[in-house]
Structure formats: C-alpha cells, structure tokens
C-alpha cells in the first residue's frame, strides 16, 4: 500500500491493471477446466476460477467507481493519455465472458458428478446464473464504452504506445458479445459481435502500422532526452492550469 498523498484528481484507469490478470485467469481456468480429462481436477479448477473472478471483478467496480466520481468532480484525462479510458471496459468484457464460459463449464462437471448434493440442479443454477451477470456486466461496459469515446471524441492526441489501449478492452468486449450471442436468440447480438469483430481487427492494424512506423521513424522505443522530459513536463503543468482555470470560471 502506498502511504504517500494520492490526490482523486489522480484517479486513472490504469488502476485497473492489477485486477485484470485475476480476471483473465478466471477465465483461462474455464478453458481449461473444460479439457481436463479427470473431474476432480476439474472441479477443483472450476472453483478456484469463481475464487478469482470474485477477488477481482468487485474490486475492479470499486476502482470504476473511484475513477467516476473523479470524472464528476474533476474534467476527463488530457489528451496524452485520453486513449487510456477504454481500459475501463476491459475487466467488465473479460468478466461477463469469463462467468458465462465458467456456467457453461460448471453445468457440464456437476451433471455428470455427484461430489455436493443436488449437483447437476446446481449447474443449472451457475449456467443461469453465468448468462444474467454476463447481461448485467454487458451492459455496465457499454456505458463505459461511450464515456470511452466522449473522452476522445473532437480531441487531437499525437500516437504514442498507449494507443494499444484501444485493442484489448475493445477485444474481450467483443469475446463477451459473441459469447452471449451464441447462448441468446437475439439477432442484434450477433450483428453487433460481427461489428465488433471487424471493427478490432482494423483497428489492430492500424495500431500495428502505426507503431511499426513510428518505430523506423520516430524512435518509438528509445528514451527521452532530459530536454524532452521537461517540455513533457512543462506541457503537462500547462494543461493542468487550463483545467483548473476551466473548472474555476464553470
């Protein structure tokens, strides 16, 4: 824990990094648990799946939470870093398709195993269960999807590596979308999974292009001169005091 000042002001999406990998375990447990070929084993790993999607999707609102209320008290991110706001649909898509993969996982381990009583009536519970918190999480995502792209919208930032921000959140929020498309009779999902799907691979290539170039060209990955961190510096203090300003006159 950190005992230092951190002002809401602060408050990133990047926050969020540390409970993703919970997540995308979560998930990743499901997958396997699907192939394990002894049950146990199985079940075993199913478990610990629901354990880590319950230590991080809870903490992962938390932090959504903390980074709302600095969007209502404060202005939204600066332009360096405005790409960075869609990070915010990463754990909402990667949890709504990882609890729905791990009902469909655990409706297919307890039917065939006795080890709690009731058990195939409590895979049923879990499927059920998988595909409402699937829906309710869906949703949560979009919202954050258009605070995503209010953040960015009529704004000018210059490429940087940050851009990849763009193609993970946008990618499990469409895994989310087909996934719920495929247990779903509604056609709109699976217009809107066929989007999506087209939509991230352009937008990975271009991302790509652009990093490749920027490489050759611009020296991507080289460090900064201490020149170029104080004007980076210096640019950043000035946008502060322009939105300082701005929140004082509003």
């Known amino acids: 824990m950190r005992t ?3 002002t ?12 993703i990998a919970d997540i995308v375990a979560s998930g990743s447990g499901a997958i396997v648990a699907n192939v394990l070929p002894n049950d146990q084993h199985a079940i075993w790993t199913v478990v610990i799946s629901y354990i880590l999607w319950g230590t991080s999707v809870p903490m992962a609102v938390l932090v959504l939470a903390m980074y709302y209320n600095r969007l209502m008290i404060h202005d939204v991110l600066p332009s360096q870093s405005a790409v960075t706001s869609f990070i915010t649909i990463g754990p909402l898509g990667q949890g709504a398709a990882a609890i729905q993969l791990l009902g469909k996982v655990a409706l297919k381990i307890f039917e065939r195993n006795n080890f709690i009583p009731m058990a195939p009536i409590a895979g049923q519970f879990f499927y059920l269960t998988g595909i409402l918190t699937a829906i309710i999480m869906w949703g949560f995502a979009v919202a954050w999807l258009f605070f995503a792209l209010a953040t960015i919208v009529r704004r000018e930032f210059k490429f940087s590596i940050s851009w990849w921000a763009f193609t993970f959140p ?12 495929q247990e779903l009779p509604l056609r709109f999902l699976k217009v809107l999974g066929t989007v999506f799907s087209v939509v991230e691979t352009l937008l990975w290539i271009m991302v ?8 050759l060209n611009d020296g991507l990955f080289q460090p900064p001169s201490v020149e170029a961190w104080e004007k980076k510096a210096k640019e950043t203090a000035d946008d502060e005091k322009v939105e300082d300003c701005l929140a004082q006159i509003n």
């Open 4 to 6: 230092d000042g951190i």
């Open 8 to 19: 809401l002001k602060q408050t990133n999406p990047t926050w969020l990094f540390p409970v």
């Open 170 to 181: 946008l990618g499990v929020f469409t895994v989310s979308t087909t996934a719920l498309a």
């Open 208 to 215: 790509a292009c652009r990093t490749i170039r920027a490489t």
